[in-house]
């Protein structure tokens, strides 16, 4: 405290220095430049000059540096007193700005600084950092809101495990083929917490944005997450087309083939049985874009912005058998490290997301 205290008075000193430096060389240059030549030049008048009574001849050149000197002693002090002043009125915004800013990062994020007229460059300043502080503020609500989340999750099969164990321990007559039953739900649960924390890292990853940028094909990406997922799609009986033509843009090759991933598994895992899928890339202008539609559950519109939020479904599933609602939140957080996503739903259910990777990546 006594550092930053010290710091902020040597600003000021500094700033009175400088002024009283500007005051004190204004002085200077009159004296040097407008009353010695002005002095010298009376003094160089002739006597004859003069008509009538002997003309006093003023104030000589030795009287005149003598008192200008005095004059020039008696100014310091003047010119560090108005700049003490002038650089404290100065400080003062900036002093309640230091203020306010610390009592927010004390706790309290709801306050902003408010900073009215006029409209000068500490007024911007704290209308910058008002809008760093709401995106502060709303990054910390959303960390909370993800840990209450998480710890909910990942509580859950925790809890279901120990219930099943105590009840089967608490059953006198239970035979091997209890207990064989029940390290099956076991190993059950135990692999939706591991398939949970998994995608909790992935999504971390995501987050964290690109490491590296590669040039990459948007088709051949899509061809690749296909592959690996046909018999999947077989098995929901739905209707897959695609038209991927090429999209060559700039990434990170594993996010970008998580972002197109965890949409097609969004369109086979939310969809129905003869539903269709349909999956296209192609360029348009200077960017590529990928766009996969599926048909499904009829989704309000107003509902669409949530689905792209952690741990948020349209229908709650507490074995994770549709999701653990974290696939388009990890969608969201690739996109926003490369792209622009848009996401609308079908009048007959479903949902349609576009991926455009902007200019600055497209290649």
Not at 39 to 61: H, K, M, Q, R, Y
Request: proline content about 4%; glycine content about 8%.
């Amino acid at each position: 405290m006594t550092t930053r205290r010290f710091a902020r008075r040597s600003l000021q000193k500094r700033l009175a220095l400088a002024y009283a430096a500007g005051i004190y060389a204004a002085g200077a240059f009159v004296l040097v430049f407008v009353g010695v030549p002005l002095v010298s030049i009376d003094a160089a008048t002739p006597d004859g000059a003069t008509s009538g009574p002997v003309a006093e001849t003023g104030i000589s050149l030795p009287q005149f540096l003598v008192g200008s000197a005095v004059a020039l002693v008696l100014l310091v002090p003047v010119a560090l007193a108005l700049g003490w002043y002038v650089a404290g009125r100065f400080l003062q915004p900036l002093r309640a700005i230091t203020g306010t800013a610390k009592s927010i990062s004390a706790g309290d994020l709801h306050r902003r600084l408010d900073l009215g007229e006029p409209t000068d460059e500490l007024t911007e300043l704290g209308h910058t950092l008002d809008d760093l502080f709401a995106r502060l503020q709303a990054a910390f609500d959303a960390q909370r809101h993800f840990v209450a989340n998480a710890s909910h999750e990942l509580r859950t099969p925790l809890a279901g495990l120990r219930t099943l164990l105590e009840v089967v321990l608490a059953d006198p007559d239970a035979d091997a083929d209890t207990l064989r039953s029940a390290c099956r739900e076991a190993l059950a649960l135990g692999e939706h917490q591991e398939r949970l924390v998994q995608t909790l890292l992935e999504l971390a990853v995501s987050e964290r944005g690109a490491a590296r940028w590669d040039t990459l094909d948007l088709a051949r990406v899509a061809e690749r997450v296909l592959a690996a997922r046909r018999d999947q799609v077989a098995e929901r009986d739905v209707d897959l087309a695609e038209h991927l033509a090429p999209a060559v843009t700039a990434g990170d090759l594993g996010l970008v083939e998580s972002l197109v991933a965890n949409l097609v598994d969004n369109a086979v895992r939310h969809n129905h049985r003869g539903g269709d899928i349909r999956i296209t890339t192609g360029t348009s202008g200077t960017q590529a874009t990928l766009t996969v539609a599926n048909s499904g559950p009829v989704i309000p519109g107003d509902q669409i912005p949530r689905l792209f939020q952690p741990f948020q479904r349209l229908a709650k599933d507490r074995h994770g058998r549709h999701g653990y609602g974290l696939g388009l939140a990890i969608v969201h957080a690739v996109a926003h490290a490369h792209a622009d996503l848009t996401a609308t739903a079908r009048p007959e259910g479903g949902l349609v997301v576009t991926v455009r990777f902007t200019a600055s990546t497209a290649g």
